[in-house]
């Protein structure tokens, strides 16, 4: 009896001890993944890729990455502000088809109504998103309930307006927003990469809107009772989410020059695996919004690497649920040792 | 407060113009669609199917199916329940609309139409029978989802007195009233064996297929193996599912390309998704060396074809699959002669049709149109 009196605080302090270590492994890769430490990782995947299969980093494969990781970068740049709030943003992926259906519909054929009709678009993206900042900041709905409501919602009334049918009389320059290059190099696509991550990096690291947002993820009851507008901050968040996916839906529409309803099917989780694995905590408040773009860059270069070998592309569905679950593991596993 | 909200609008429009100003920078010509220059005037600039023997479909004969006990008298108002698959791409939007337009036509009484849409989703599709089983609809045509999912549901609805007529894609069950067949195997088998043809029986070619488990694709995957089976030069060096979408086509085909730069041809189940093949095989400056194409009457790939004078098979495969499959199913509830299955003929022969594809081809309507003879009222890419 006395030595399991003596024992067993001992061993509560073992296993303390060790979670804490444990906490500590997967804090440092956070912080590694967070401060860049992705492309590290990126760079080391190519290497491994272009080892294996010699063609991975032929111009003409490097291409055909930028241009499938283009969407995913997009799409998980504007996912990336609702993480760092400590919410998530389930309905990109529907967003993006209401807003390819904007573009398809009105563009009417002409070069004149390119920038309009983009114009057009970001606007619906932007009130989709209000609509989710809305249920979330002022309502109070937990954002994975609230944001798959719109999912669904989005998802059908755009199915209800086309009819499966969106008119889809594109300007004859259309492909070129996202085609456009000199000679082998994807101008274009480069362009919204590069324009995408600085637009982002400005909104969310140097302006005060994006320090409350890091705040408000990091601690909410904190930044509450230092008076923060949260609700607000939160609600321009979803706003941007949105905005960013009606940015993916011109890219994606661009490159085959048709909106079908299910062109933003299944997004929303690659945006996510995207910021997971640019280290932006899905619990809020940590990250760096450009390793984004490096995770989208990877798993681009993943799902690429998987066809080059002639693995088939339904592959591509396993990693990402990997990603999110290994993810959503680590985390919870990082909240329990704090 | 001020500053923030200057510079992100600031940062927005900058972002929105710099994206834009790729329409603008040095770039390619323009690509497909329904722009750009015209090889219309001179298609074909040469017979591409000198010598190709097109396949015949096979249409077996067909047992008679006994309709007696789905009879419904003359003077009642049929209603008719169309289960769709989904809506997920233009053909199936158009043959929505070819059945609405059969609906309308229907003599007599007339006929009402009940629709729902699966989503794709075979759960659901089970679930709209048994919605569709206990309003004792008249008649159901099923678009089914899957091959194996929907058979007790089809079970279920002949037990209680309701004919089902399974439309386009094949299910893996015999109990339903009637099939109306667009003969996929056969369309298949025609566009491997011009491919074959064209590479004069050795090359490595690429097939891209629809959506694993979904009869039009099971049955895409047949007609080409019937055809590859007795030509074992060709080498299929990839196979890839891109479930009707052009631009998963289009990421596929560009990675295929890198992956076997040698490819001569790519066997595409769907016209939905050729164009976006022949996106990628442009951008590789390889048109050239792909010596055919396969397709459907897609508009997209019609003019597409037209406009860049491609070597091509292009099999008809008609969204007035709709319409006859509403005759079938008001023919069984008047009592009237219904067989096995019912093959809906093609618009032409697949040779005529590739070779008079100039005629079908549509620059006036969008890539998403299918060649129809529906009238305006119902062609929902019609604009009056």
């Known amino acids: 009896m006395a030595d399991t009196q003596i024992a067993e605080p001992v061993l509560a302090q073992g296993e303390a001890l060790e979670r804490r270590i444990e906490g500590n492994r997967v804090r440092a890769l956070m912080r590694f993944a967070g401060n860049g430490g992705i492309f590290i990782v990126l760079a080391l995947f190519c290497l491994v890729a272009v080892v294996i299969n010699g063609r991975f980093l032929q111009i003409e494969n490097i291409r055909t990455i930028l241009q499938l990781s283009a969407p995913i970068a997009i799409l998980a740049l504007g996912q990336a502000f609702v993480l760092f709030a400590g919410e998530i943003d389930l309905s990109v992926g529907s967003t993006v ?61 755009t199915l209800v307006w086309t009819q499966g049918a969106p008119s889809s009389d594109f300007a004859p320059s259309w492909h070129l927003i996202s085609s456009a290059g000199s000679g082998e190099i994807p101008t274009a696509t480069i362009a919204w990469l590069l324009g995408g991550a600085f637009v982002a990096w400005l909104l969310a690291h140097k302006t005060a809107w994006g320090r409350r947002l890091m705040l408000l993820g990091s601690n909410r009851r904190a930044s509450q009772i230092a008076g923060l507008p949260v609700a607000r901050t939160t609600f321009w968040a979803f706003v941007l989410s949105g905005m960013f996916a009606a940015c993916a839906a011109v890219y994606l529409t661009s490159t085959v020059g048709s909106a079908q309803d299910e062109i933003g099917a299944g997004r929303e989780l690659e945006s996510i695996a995207a910021c997971v694995l640019g280290g932006i905590s899905l619990f809020g408040g940590r990250g760096r919004i450009v390793s984004a773009l490096g995770g989208a860059l990877l798993l681009g270069g993943l799902f690429n690497f998987l066809i080059l070998q002639g693995e088939p592309f339904q592959l591509q569905e396993i990693i990402k649920g990997v990603v999110v679950i290994v993810a959503v593991l680590g985390y919870s596993r990082l909240t329990r040792t704090t | 407060m001020k500053m923030t909200r200057l510079m992100l609008g600031g940062a927005l429009a900058l972002f929105i113009v710099g994206a834009a100003i790729g329409c603008g920078s040095a770039g390619e010509d323009s690509s497909s669609g329904n722009g ?52 997920s791409n233009s053909w199936r939007v158009m043959t929505k609309a070819d059945t609405e337009e059969g609906i309308a036509g229907v003599g007599g009484a007339g006929a009402k139409l009940v629709y729902t849409n699966a989503n794709d989703s075979a759960p659901k599709q089970i679930s709209d029978m048994e919605d569709l089983i206990a309003q004792h609809v008249d008649a159901i045509v099923i678009s089914a989802v899957d091959v194996n999912a929907v058979c007790p549901s089809i079970e279920k609805a002949l037990d209680a007195g309701i004919p089902v007529i399974v439309q386009e894609r094949a299910v893996d069950c015999e109990n339903y009233t009637s099939f109306v067949s667009l003969d996929m195997v056969n369309v298949a088998e025609n566009q491997m064996a011009y491919i074959v043809d064209r590479l004069e029986g050795k090359g490595e070619v690429a097939l891209i297929y629809g959506i694993p488990g979904v009869g039009h694709t099971v049955q895409g995957e047949e007609g080409y193996e019937n055809v590859l089976e007795e030509n074992p030069e060709i ?57 055919a194409w396969d397709g459907d009457d897609a508009n997209g790939w019609m003019t597409l074809a037209v406009e860049h004078d491609l070597p091509n098979m292009t099999v008809p495969y008609p969204t007035k699959v709709g319409s006859v499959s509403v005759e079938v199913a008001v023919a069984a509830l008047r009592g009237e002669k219904v067989e096995k299955t019912t093959y809906v003929p093609r618009w032409e022969p697949a040779v005529e049709f590739s070779e008079n594809l100039a005629e079908f081809a549509n620059f006036e309507k969008p890539a998403e149109w299918w060649y129809t003879e529906m009238s305006c009222e119902f062609d929902p890419f019609c604009k009056s």
């Open chain 1, 97 to 157: 088809s209401l807003c390819a259906a904007v573009l398809a519909t009105y563009m009417g054929g002409s070069d004149a109504n390119i920038v309009p009709t983009i114009l057009l678009a970001v606007a619906v993206g932007g009130l989709v998103g209000a609509l989710n900042g809305g249920f979330v900041a002022y309502l109070g709905i937990p954002s994975f309930i609230a944001t798959l409501g719109t999912l669904l919602a989005v998802s059908g009334g």
């Open chain 2, 36 to 87: 750009g220059s015209s090889g219309k005037a001179s298609y074909p600039s040469e017979d591409f199917w000198a010598g190709f023997k097109e396949i015949p479909p096979k249409n077996p004969p067909n047992e008679v199916v006994d309709t007696a006990p789905y009879e419904k008298p003359a003077s009642k108002k049929l209603v008719i329940a169309y289960a769709d698959s989904s809506l």
């Open chain 2, 235 to 291: 080498d299929v060096v990839d196979e890839q599912y891109a479930k009707y979408d052009p631009a998963q086509a289009k990421q596929l085909a560009a990675s295929i390309l890198v992956a076997h730069p040698n490819v001569e041809a790519f066997g595409v189940i769907s016209g939905l998704m050729t164009d976006g093949v022949y996106e990628a095989v442009e951008a590789a400056g390889k048109v050239d060396q792909i010596k």
